[in-house]
């Protein structure tokens, strides 16, 4: 924090309507200037006030003339909507002279963001905006960084940035947002900049230092977490809706060399008899590793093509990398088409920035060229036209570099110290090129952009921003700097990806991979949490580092199960199969020249995974429902315990316990040597998962501590839950899908449960689904079944020909079904057993094609 007491500007012209609030911000007479050597304060600044929904508030404070850096509507597609201010559940105050707002629920006390009386700082590289919260607040987000998943106090860092899992620094995404729960309600708020900053939570307030750009707040009041997210997801835009096979196993690994690789990793999942969709390949697939080229050799397109469409007979599917860096190359026709075209980022000369990856010198894409989508989607054409290549894995687009910005000031990975003499150069060459090329003036010349006068926590060792990455003095088209954008690079790769493949395959839902993500990326991409470890501690890292992605509306996120980097231990193995069928995103991955973790390879953990994968598989029908509901509302699709028990003191702090959708709760054994592990548990009845067993019916969250032996992951259904199922695993999606459904009704103390069923080919994009869908209620009221809804999909699968209830007391003597007509099931088809109350119904065949009821 700094010294100053409050705010130094004055609001005046405060013009008011029946949506919204505008006023000037005019740096006080009396200001006596903070911080000087961050430069001079900017005299006048807007205050903007609007009310966008009953649940959402935006309040932006920018410069006067409105020609700072925002992130562009291009690159996150906010929504706009306006309100009256007497259809919203919050209220905004503010004080005029010293200027300083807070936002709190309508006709609540206390406040949820609170700036009265505290420092608003504004200059061309540095801003600075506190708010006040309760000591202790509950904070989650404000990422990507591997840390406990609730923030505690310490200096975050949002930059985004190429580094092997760091703990408590800034990493590969940049997500300044964050979800406070406060007296059993949340509240959210999103900073939408895409410049660095550091976000420090200290002693009750929130302090955010940024070095660029403007003050875009956005305020969500949700008040339950998970109307937080949908609000947030509302803002930003909701995930997009993952083709069903990416929900199966994925297997990859750096090192998969050729084709007879390929096949046999296949071959020998298949023999385990352990479920299996999706193989990976790294950049052994490339010449050289060269983008969109294909090594003539060990993957050459005559004999890759043939066998991908072999691999395709089989319902399975193939994924590769593609890294955004393009090599220096004449003759390469990749590089050729981009420097005709003129698509590649720029150094503050002029000339094309350099870098240095994996094939050696590069160049790289500028996202905000108009010519760079086509670019994109033509090449990513003639190289899918050779190899039917199914899904893309983007890598690398923080944007990585193996130098200090660009290769001609490479110093062998040594911090470089900008001269004063270089700044000054920078600065004529960025005005001149900017009014000679681009034929306006620029409105943003700092001091200084590679070394600004504030150092943001890069590495946290405060590093040059340049380090390993581009240099901030880089420029795109229509003279954006790389400094204000830096942010947004594998955002808006992920975007380009996305628009090519269905550009390419109109039919068919894309899927993208990416490792940097911002606001709004899961509309177009998944995630993945990086480069792990195998060892325990990324194990248990993996889960909060997944419940904060849920929080930033890109639901589908896992780590690398049993670590990328390093040799992974047998128990270690066991356990992460467990706990990553539970992950949405689920991805067995290593790197070159370690061992291989292939799941077959040893017994127990071949066994183990075998067992977990085909949980998964089972489950299939309720991760893609939850999805659905990611598509269509927000939602996410894992949650932490807080979000069924908000008011629960004992579940702010859980991150090694989680939720799948409502119905689902996981806590796996994080520990090396433990056989047992303690888990909260929620008011209500709770059932184990395999068995049926009633283990609690509590009015009160209480722990317990579960047996959890070696092959055992703890799993238990909440009681009024109705969970969607597969009768049986296949070794792939397909397979699965074609046993049809089975409903687990788990009855809470009233005898009701509730759920959700959604059908669909599992590819075609939803706004040509037209008709062929189905989405069905499911309800449990008073011994009877109901089954209502949409009824319009008839592919494999569409049809329930099981049913399993938990918590039947007494002995059912008869069950009926009921749609058109009135049949008793035969009694050769029903199991019960008075021990655990459990119900089982078999062989119905009850095709979905209208709704029906089954009474008992």
Not at 4 to 16: C, M, T, V
Not at 33 to 59: K, M
Not at 206 to 232: A, H, S
Not at 745 to 774: H, K
């Amino acid at each position: 924090m700094t010294n100053a007491p409050q705010s130094s500007y004055e609001l005046k012209d405060i013009r008011k309507t029946s949506n919204s609030i505008h006023g000037n911000l005019v740096l006080s007479k009396h200001h006596k200037d903070t911080l000087p050597n961050y430069g001079p304060a900017l005299e006048n600044l807007t205050f903007t006030v609007e009310y966008q929904t009953p649940h959402r508030l935006h309040i932006c404070i920018s410069d006067a003339e409105g020609l700072r850096w925002r992130v562009p509507e291009s690159v996150v597609a906010v929504d706009r909507s306006l309100t009256e201010i007497e259809n919203c559940n919050y209220s905004l105050n503010y004080n005029a002279s010293p200027f300083g707002f807070s936002v709190s629920r309508k006709n609540e006390s206390g406040s949820i963001f609170d700036t009265i009386g505290k420092n608003l700082i504004f200059k061309d590289q540095y801003i600075e905006l506190s708010t006040s919260l309760p000591l202790d607040a509950n904070i989650y987000g404000l990422g990507e960084v591997v840390s406990s998943f609730k923030r505690g106090t310490g200096r975050f860092t949002i930059f985004t940035r190429d580094a092997a899992c760091p703990e408590n620094e800034n990493l590969y995404g940049a997500h300044p947002f964050y979800i406070e729960l406060r007296d059993g309600k949340a509240h959210g708020v999103l900073l939408l900049n895409s410049n660095g900053m550091d976000v420090i939570y200290d002693n009750g307030i929130i302090t955010y230092k940024v070095i660029g750009g403007i003050l875009d707040f956005y305020v969500f009041l949700g008040p339950t977490p998970q109307e937080v997210v949908e609000q947030y997801a509302g803002l930003i835009g909701r995930p997009c809706f993952i083709p069903y096979w990416s929900l199966g196993f994925h297997q990859c690994r750096w090192g998969y060399t050729n084709i007879e690789k390929i096949d046999e990793i296949v071959s020998q999942y298949e023999k385990a008899k352990i479920p299996m969709e999706v193989v990976w390949i790294d950049l052994d697939y490339m010449d050289a590793y060269k983008v969109f080229t294909f090594h003539p050799e060990h993957f050459p397109p005559e004999k890759f093509a043939p066998y991908l469409e072999k691999l395709h007979e089989c319902h399975r599917k193939l994924v590769v990398i593609v890294d955004p860096g393009i090599k220096v190359e004449d003759g390469y026709a990749v590089y050729d088409e981009g420097l005709k075209r003129d698509v590649f980022i720029k150094r503050a000369d002029g000339n094309n920035f350099v870098g240095r990856v994996w094939p050696g010198e590069t160049v790289f894409p500028d996202w905000f060229h108009p010519e760079t989508q086509q670019y994109w989607t033509e090449i990513m054409a003639k190289w899918l036209g050779q190899v039917p290549i199914d899904g893309i894995w983007i890598d690398m687009n923080e944007l990585a570099n193996f130098v200090n910005g660009d290769i001609s000031h490479e110093t062998n990975h040594k911090h470089i110290n900008v001269s004063v003499s270089l700044v000054q150069h920078v600065k004529q060459t960025i005005a001149t090129i900017v009014q000679r090329v681009l034929g306006f003036s620029s409105t943003f010349i700092p001091h200084s952009i590679n070394n600004p006068p504030y150092a943001i926590n890069n590495f946290g060792n405060e590093s040059p921003l340049f380090t390993r990455t581009s240099p901030m003095d880089g420029f795109h088209k229509n003279g954006v700097l790389e400094y204000d954008a830096h942010n947004l690079f594998g955002h808006m790769e992920g975007i380009a990806t996305y628009n090519a493949l269905r550009t390419i395959r109109p039919d068919k839902r894309p899927f993208v991979l990416s490792r940097s993500t911002f606001p709004g990326s899961g509309k177009f991409v998944a995630h993945w949490l990086g480069d792990n470890e195998s060892s325990w501690r990324s194990l248990e890292q993996s889960i909060p580092g997944i419940l904060s992605f849920q929080l930033f509306a890109i639901p589908l996120v896992g780590a690398d199960i049993c670590g990328f980097n390093g040799v992974c231990a047998e128990e270690l193995a066991i356990r992460w199969a467990q706990l990553g069928s539970f992950y949405p995103f689920c991805r067995n991955h290593n790197s070159i020249n370690m061992p291989g973790q292939e799941f077959y390879l040893v017994e127990k953990v071949k066994q183990a995974a075998k067992f977990a994968l085909e949980i998964r598989y089972r489950l299939l029908p309720y991760w893609y429902t939850g999805f659905y509901r990611a598509y269509n509302n927000g939602s996410p699709v894992i949650s932490p315990l807080w979000f069924l028990e908000p008011e629960g003191k004992d579940t702010w702090d859980i991150d090694k316990q989680f939720l799948v959708g409502k119905g689902l709760l996981v806590t796996p054994v994080t520990r090396e040597g433990a056989l047992k592990v303690t888990g909260y548990f929620p008011p209500g009845i709770w059932y184990d998962f395999f068995t049926g067993v009633k283990q609690l019916d509590i009015v009160q969250g209480v722990w317990k501590e579960l047996e959890a032996p070696l092959e055992v992951i703890p799993v238990h259904v909440y009681g009024g839950s109705i969970v969607p199922m597969h009768v049986r695993a296949g070794l792939t999606t397909h397979a699965s899908r074609e046993t049809g459904i089975q409903l687990l009704i788990a009855l809470d103390r009233f005898g009701s449960a509730s759920g959700e069923l959604y059908l669909d080919d599992g590819e075609t994009p939803p706004e040509n689904l037209v008709e062929n869908y189905s989405l069905l209620t499911l309800t449990v009221r008073d011994s009877v079944l109901k089954v209502e809804g949409i009824f319009r999909y008839d592919g494999p699968g569409s049809f329930i020909d099981e049913i399993l209830i938990y918590g039947i007391a007494r002995e059912v003597k008869e069950i009926a079904f009921k749609n058109t007509y009135t049949k008793v099931i035969e009694r050769s088809k029903i199991d019960w057993s008075g021990e655990t109350g459990r119900l089982f119904i078999r062989g119905l065949g009850i095709s979905l094609d209208g709704g029906f009821s089954i009474s008992w």
